[in-house]
Every structure is written in structure tokens, then in C-alpha cells.
């Protein structure tokens, strides 16, 4: 199934500055609507789905950092600040008020398309982790695991042994697929900083790991390896209810 674009709401006052920014989004898969004050983005908000709010701070009436501290009190809708002025007080107040990104004027389009789409991600990857932590059991290419019962069961249903350390890095890796993880970040994850361990250990643990759940282990296809990054997980991970099939 097709990706739906996602819907962005411009409000900005200028005319020449919007225009710009709906022309250039639209050509490049985004739904635009505009508005060029408050009352109207608040009609806009309320009659159509937003997905991300780019909001300029100057604005006739109520300015951009109250209109995106009332949004955040209401919404969690992704929010980029613009500003003529660009000088760090603005910004550090854009993003108190709750504002995900800020980008001062004049700016290059494609910087605010890519701006865009990287609040989108992590959006969409911190909705993920929630979803996934919320739940007690996991399936993953026919595995299933289970986090109140710490234990793996394989496509067969056969239980699969682990040591404590490997259902910690396991469990880590289905909370966050698709993401490179960092050895550094992992190990902080599992076994944090004050165990002693290093960074190596992961190593260690992903190699043991593979040789339980890989087909190949010297080809891994479920835990990859990313050169100077870390690893990925990389199948669907979906949740189970919790009374869900042993």
C-alpha cells in the first residue's frame, strides 16, 4: 500500500515566501494547504488532517511562538518555526514553546523539504518505539518474543535459549527496527555505563544472537552489520496481544 503524502499547513504572511514554499512542496509530494494568520490556520487545523505545521514567527496578530505554544498544548503535530530575523533568542524561544525544528529566512527550499522530511522520520520512528514498548510480545518472521516471560520462541514454537545479556540486546533491537544503532548507543540501552562493560561486548552478543536466529549467520540478513555505524534490525516487527497465540 502507497505511502500517503503527507498534508502540511504553511502559515506565513507573506505572500511571495508562501507561495514559494506551496509550489516547491507540492512538487515534491506534499499535500499544501496555507494560511497567512492564526484564525485561519486554526480553521485549517480544525478542517483538515495536519501532518506538519511550518509556522512563520512574524505574524499579523498573534505571533508564530504563541500560536505554536497553543498548538502544543492541544497537539504533538510536528512544528517549523521561520523567522526573517534568524537571531538565537528566537530560535531558543521557538523551541521552548515546543517547536521541532526552526529555520531562519532567507533559506534554500530544498533545505526546508529535507527539514521536513527528517521531523516526519522521527516522528514516525518515536510513534514506532511507543507502539512496541507498549506491547508484551513481539513477532518478528515467524519468532516471537516475549517480554514479561523473557523468552524467544522460533517460527516452529520451539523455545529458543538466551542469556539474560542477549534478550536485552534482542528486546533493544525489536523496540527500534529500522534504525542504525550505534555500539555506543546499545550499549547504553542494555547494560548502561556503570557495568564496566565496552563497547566490544555488543559484538560478542550480536554474533551469538545471529547464530540463533539466522539462517546464515555469516550472512546476516535480520541483524546488519553498517560499516562505521553499527547494526540494524531489519525485519517487520509487530506486536501481539498479550493472551496471544504459545
Not at 512538487?27 to 478542517?47: L, P, S
Not at 523567522?83 to 521557538?94: F, M, S
Not at 550472512?219 to 531489519?234: C, L, P, Q
Amino acid at each position: 500500500m502507497a505511502t500517503p503524502l503527507p498534508n502540511i499547513l504553511v502559515v506565513e504572511d507573506d505572500r511571495e515566501t508562501r507561495l514559494l514554499i506551496a509550489k516547491y512542496l507540492r512538487g515534491n509530494g506534499c499535500n499544501v494547504a496555507a494560511a497567512t494568520d492564526g484564525r485561519e490556520m486554526a480553521r485549517a487545523m480544525a478542517d483538515h488532517r495536519v501532518d506538519l505545521l511550518i509556522l512563520d514567527v512574524m505574524l499579523p496578530g498573534e505571533d508564530g511562538l504563541s500560536l505554536c505554544r497553543k498548538v502544543r498544548a492541544e497537539s504533538q503535530v510536528p512544528i517549523i518555526m521561520l523567522t526573517a530575523r534568524g537571531e538565537d533568542v528566537d530560535r531558543i524561544l521557538g523551541l521552548e514553546m515546543g517547536a521541532d525544528d526552526y529555520l531562519a529566512k532567507p533559506f534554500n527550499p530544498r533545505e526546508l523539504l529535507a527539514r521536513i522530511n527528517a521531523v516526519l522520520r522521527r516522528q514516525t520512528a518515536a510513534q514506532t518505539v511507543s507502539t512496541i514498548k507498549d506491547a508484551t510480545t513481539l513477532t518478528f518472521l515467524g519468532w516471537r518474543i516475549d517480554f514479561r516471560l523473557r523468552e524467544l520462541r522460533n517460527p516452529a514454537g520451539a523455545r529458543v535459549a538466551m542469556t539474560s545479556a542477549e534478550f536485552d540486546l534482542l528486546q533493544t533491537f525489536c523496540e527500534r527496527p529500522g534504525r542504525v544503532l550505534s555500539r555506543e548507543t546499545l550499549l547504553d540501552l542494555t547494560q548502561g555505563r556503570n557495568s564496566g562493560s565496552f563497547e566490544r561486548s555488543i559484538d560478542v552478543l550480536v554474533s551469538r544472537i545471529r547464530r540463533k536466529i539466522e539462517t546464515d549467520p555469516q550472512d546476516a540478513t535480520m541483524i546488519k552489520t553498517v560499516r562505521s555505524g553499527g547494526y540494524m534490525f531489519t525485519p517487520t516487527v509487530e506486536t501481539l496481544p498479550a493472551d496471544g497465540p504459545s
